[in-house]
Protein backbone atom coordinates (compact mmCIF):
# COMPACT_ATOMS: atom_id res chain seq x y z
CA UNK A 1 0.00 0.00 0.00
CA UNK A 2 2.96 2.50 1.27
CA UNK A 3 4.42 1.82 -2.29
CA UNK A 4 1.01 2.51 -4.29
CA UNK A 5 0.37 5.72 -2.24
CA UNK A 6 3.83 6.88 -3.80
CA UNK A 7 3.07 6.35 -7.15
CA UNK A 8 -0.55 8.34 -6.60
CA UNK A 9 1.51 11.46 -4.94
CA UNK A 10 3.72 11.51 -7.80
CA UNK A 11 1.15 11.64 -10.08
CA UNK A 12 -0.89 14.44 -8.08
CA UNK A 13 1.93 16.32 -6.33
CA UNK A 14 2.87 20.05 -7.07
CA UNK A 15 4.16 20.77 -10.51
CA UNK A 16 6.32 23.81 -11.18
CA UNK A 17 6.26 25.24 -14.72
CA UNK A 18 7.89 28.53 -16.06
CA UNK A 19 5.85 31.86 -15.48
CA UNK A 20 5.68 32.37 -18.85
CA UNK A 21 3.81 29.25 -19.89
CA UNK A 22 0.48 28.40 -19.87
CA UNK A 23 -1.72 25.06 -21.84
CA UNK A 24 -2.61 21.37 -20.91
CA UNK A 25 -0.65 18.48 -20.78
CA UNK A 26 -2.58 15.11 -20.90
CA UNK A 27 -0.58 11.75 -19.89
CA UNK A 28 -1.24 8.56 -19.98
CA UNK A 29 -0.62 5.43 -17.44
CA UNK A 30 0.15 2.12 -18.48
CA UNK A 31 1.15 -0.80 -16.36
CA UNK A 32 3.10 -3.68 -16.66
CA UNK A 33 4.50 -6.56 -14.78
CA UNK A 34 1.45 -6.41 -12.43
CA UNK A 35 1.66 -9.59 -9.13
CA UNK A 36 -1.18 -11.87 -9.01
CA UNK A 37 -3.13 -9.71 -5.76
CA UNK A 38 -2.76 -6.63 -8.18
CA UNK A 39 -4.07 -7.93 -11.08
CA UNK A 40 -7.42 -8.34 -9.09
CA UNK A 41 -7.18 -4.54 -8.88
CA UNK A 42 -5.78 -3.33 -12.02
CA UNK A 43 -9.37 -2.16 -13.26
CA UNK A 44 -9.03 0.50 -10.30
CA UNK A 45 -5.77 2.16 -11.09
CA UNK A 46 -6.26 5.35 -13.02
CA UNK A 47 -5.38 5.11 -16.70
CA UNK A 48 -3.95 8.76 -17.29
CA UNK A 49 -4.24 12.36 -15.92
CA UNK A 50 -4.01 16.02 -16.87
CA UNK A 51 -2.26 18.92 -16.05
CA UNK A 52 -3.70 22.63 -16.64
CA UNK A 53 -1.14 25.53 -16.56
CA UNK A 54 -1.60 29.44 -16.15
CA UNK A 55 1.82 31.17 -15.14
CA UNK A 56 2.46 30.06 -11.43
CA UNK A 57 -0.72 28.37 -10.85
CA UNK A 58 -1.34 24.63 -11.98
CA UNK A 59 -3.95 22.46 -12.07
CA UNK A 60 -3.67 18.29 -11.53
CA UNK A 61 -6.52 16.77 -12.77
CA UNK A 62 -6.42 12.46 -12.18
CA UNK A 63 -10.27 11.04 -13.08
CA UNK A 64 -11.28 8.07 -10.70
CA UNK A 65 -11.63 4.57 -12.52
CA UNK A 66 -14.55 4.09 -10.19
CA UNK A 67 -16.39 6.97 -11.29
CA UNK A 68 -16.43 8.77 -8.11
CA UNK A 69 -15.25 12.53 -7.66
CA UNK A 70 -11.75 12.98 -9.59
CA UNK A 71 -8.82 13.86 -7.09
CA UNK A 72 -7.40 17.79 -7.89
CA UNK A 73 -4.40 18.97 -6.84
CA UNK A 74 -3.67 23.03 -7.56
CA UNK A 75 -0.44 24.89 -7.00
CA UNK A 76 0.86 28.54 -6.86
CA UNK A 77 4.46 28.44 -8.04
CA UNK A 78 4.79 31.99 -6.63
CA UNK A 79 3.55 31.29 -2.89
CA UNK A 80 4.51 27.27 -2.38
CA UNK A 81 0.56 26.59 -1.14
CA UNK A 82 -0.83 24.01 -2.45
CA UNK A 83 -4.85 22.10 -2.44
CA UNK A 84 -5.39 18.84 -2.75
CA UNK A 85 -9.24 18.04 -3.58
CA UNK A 86 -9.55 14.29 -2.52
CA UNK A 87 -12.69 11.40 -2.27
CA UNK A 88 -11.12 9.17 0.36
CA UNK A 89 -13.41 6.26 1.12
CA UNK A 90 -16.55 8.29 0.68
CA UNK A 91 -14.90 11.42 2.53
CA UNK A 92 -14.44 14.49 0.50
CA UNK A 93 -11.27 16.48 1.72
CA UNK A 94 -9.35 19.57 1.05
CA UNK A 95 -6.06 18.88 2.15
CA UNK A 96 -4.14 22.41 2.44
CA UNK A 97 -0.78 22.92 2.54
CA UNK A 98 0.68 26.36 3.11
CA UNK A 99 3.99 28.00 1.71
CA UNK A 100 6.71 27.57 5.01
CA UNK A 101 4.91 23.92 5.66
CA UNK A 102 5.69 23.35 1.54
CA UNK A 103 9.60 24.78 2.43
CA UNK A 104 9.95 23.14 5.39
CA UNK A 105 9.08 19.61 3.42
CA UNK A 106 11.46 20.32 0.81
CA UNK A 107 14.12 20.91 3.28
CA UNK A 108 13.52 17.35 4.83
CA UNK A 109 13.66 15.65 1.95
CA UNK A 110 16.91 16.93 0.73
CA UNK A 111 19.15 14.78 -0.17
CA UNK A 112 16.42 11.92 -0.47
CA UNK A 113 17.26 11.41 -3.77
CA UNK A 114 19.93 11.17 -5.91
CA UNK A 115 20.04 12.04 -10.12
CA UNK A 116 22.21 10.43 -12.61
CA UNK A 117 22.23 12.11 -16.55
CA UNK A 118 22.67 9.27 -18.68
CA UNK A 119 24.54 10.46 -22.08
CA UNK A 120 23.65 9.10 -25.18
CA UNK A 121 20.17 7.32 -24.47
CA UNK A 122 17.77 9.36 -25.95
CA UNK A 123 14.15 8.99 -27.72
CA UNK A 124 11.57 11.28 -29.08
CA UNK A 125 8.01 11.22 -27.43
CA UNK A 126 4.89 13.72 -28.57
CA UNK A 127 7.31 14.99 -30.88
CA UNK A 128 9.90 16.24 -28.63
CA UNK A 129 13.67 14.95 -28.31
CA UNK A 130 13.76 13.11 -24.96
CA UNK A 131 17.23 12.78 -22.60
CA UNK A 132 17.16 9.93 -19.72
CA UNK A 133 17.71 10.60 -16.15
CA UNK A 134 17.81 8.40 -13.45
CA UNK A 135 16.65 8.94 -10.19
CA UNK A 136 17.66 6.64 -6.83
CA UNK A 137 15.43 7.55 -3.44
CA UNK A 138 16.53 6.61 0.16
CA UNK A 139 14.49 3.55 0.20
CA UNK A 140 15.87 2.09 -2.84
CA UNK A 141 13.16 2.83 -5.74
CA UNK A 142 14.46 4.00 -8.96
CA UNK A 143 12.70 6.01 -11.50
CA UNK A 144 13.79 6.60 -14.95
CA UNK A 145 12.93 9.67 -16.28
CA UNK A 146 12.94 10.75 -19.86
CA UNK A 147 13.10 14.82 -20.16
CA UNK A 148 13.08 17.81 -22.73
CA UNK A 149 14.79 20.86 -22.58
CA UNK A 150 12.50 22.46 -25.16
CA UNK A 151 9.70 23.19 -22.83
CA UNK A 152 9.53 24.47 -19.14
CA UNK A 153 11.39 23.17 -16.17
CA UNK A 154 8.93 21.11 -13.83
CA UNK A 155 9.41 19.55 -10.26
CA UNK A 156 7.75 16.50 -10.30
CA UNK A 157 7.63 15.53 -6.55
CA UNK A 158 8.84 16.15 -3.07
CA UNK A 159 11.06 12.68 -3.37
CA UNK A 160 11.84 13.37 -7.47
CA UNK A 161 12.82 17.54 -7.83
CA UNK A 162 15.95 18.60 -9.64
CA UNK A 163 15.37 17.56 -13.43
CA UNK A 164 16.57 20.39 -15.23
CA UNK A 165 13.89 19.99 -17.77
CA UNK A 166 10.40 18.57 -18.47
CA UNK A 167 9.03 15.03 -17.29
CA UNK A 168 7.79 13.39 -21.06
CA UNK A 169 7.74 9.89 -19.57
CA UNK A 170 8.14 8.53 -16.13
CA UNK A 171 9.08 4.63 -15.49
CA UNK A 172 8.73 3.31 -11.94
CA UNK A 173 9.43 0.05 -10.47
CA UNK A 174 7.52 -1.36 -7.10
CA UNK A 175 7.48 -4.89 -5.85
CA UNK A 176 3.74 -4.99 -7.28
CA UNK A 177 3.76 -3.74 -10.75
CA UNK A 178 5.84 -1.22 -13.48
CA UNK A 179 3.86 2.27 -13.90
CA UNK A 180 5.24 4.12 -17.45
CA UNK A 181 3.41 7.34 -17.36
CA UNK A 182 3.46 8.82 -20.86
CA UNK A 183 2.89 12.61 -22.20
CA UNK A 184 0.32 12.41 -24.85
CA UNK A 185 -0.32 15.36 -26.07
CA UNK A 186 1.13 19.28 -25.12
CA UNK A 187 -1.13 22.29 -26.01
CA UNK A 188 0.05 25.82 -25.52
CA UNK A 189 -2.64 28.45 -25.25
CA UNK A 190 -4.99 29.54 -22.22
CA UNK A 191 -6.92 27.27 -19.79
CA UNK A 192 -9.32 28.36 -17.71
CA UNK A 193 -8.70 30.48 -14.70
CA UNK A 194 -7.13 28.59 -11.90
CA UNK A 195 -8.47 29.04 -8.27
CA UNK A 196 -7.29 27.83 -5.04
CA UNK A 197 -10.97 27.63 -3.59
CA UNK A 198 -12.48 24.26 -1.22
CA UNK A 199 -16.01 23.57 -3.16
CA UNK A 200 -18.62 22.94 -0.84
CA UNK A 201 -19.06 19.64 0.32
CA UNK A 202 -15.49 19.20 1.06
CA UNK A 203 -13.59 19.31 4.97
CA UNK A 204 -10.75 21.12 4.64
CA UNK A 205 -8.13 19.17 6.79
CA UNK A 206 -4.26 20.52 7.41
CA UNK A 207 -1.30 17.68 6.64
CA UNK A 208 -0.90 16.92 10.65
CA UNK A 209 -5.07 16.09 10.72
CA UNK A 210 -4.53 13.79 7.02
CA UNK A 211 -1.51 12.31 8.88
CA UNK A 212 -4.09 11.11 12.40
CA UNK A 213 -7.15 10.33 9.97
CA UNK A 214 -5.36 7.91 7.59
CA UNK A 215 -2.14 7.26 9.10
CA UNK A 216 -2.51 3.51 10.67
CA UNK A 217 -3.20 2.86 6.93
CA UNK A 218 0.31 3.55 5.34
CA UNK A 219 -0.83 6.21 3.31
Known sequence: MKKLSFILALLVSSMLFAQDFEGTI???????????EMKAH?????????????????????????????????????????????????QKLA????????????VKSEGDVDIKYIDGDEKEIAGYNCKKAILETKDGSEITI???E???NIDVSDQASGIKGF??????????????????TIEEGKVDKIKMEVP???????????????GGMGL
Not at 167 to 184: A, C, H, K, L, Q
Open 26 to 36: KYEINYEDLTE
Open 42 to 90: ASMLPDGFKIEVDKEMSKVTQPSPMGGNPTVAISNQKTGESLTLMDVMG
Open 95 to 106: LKIRGEEKKEME
Open 146 to 148: YYT
Open 150 to 152: DLP
Open 167 to 184: PMEITTVTDMFTTITRVI
Open 200 to 214: EGYDEVSMEEFKKMF
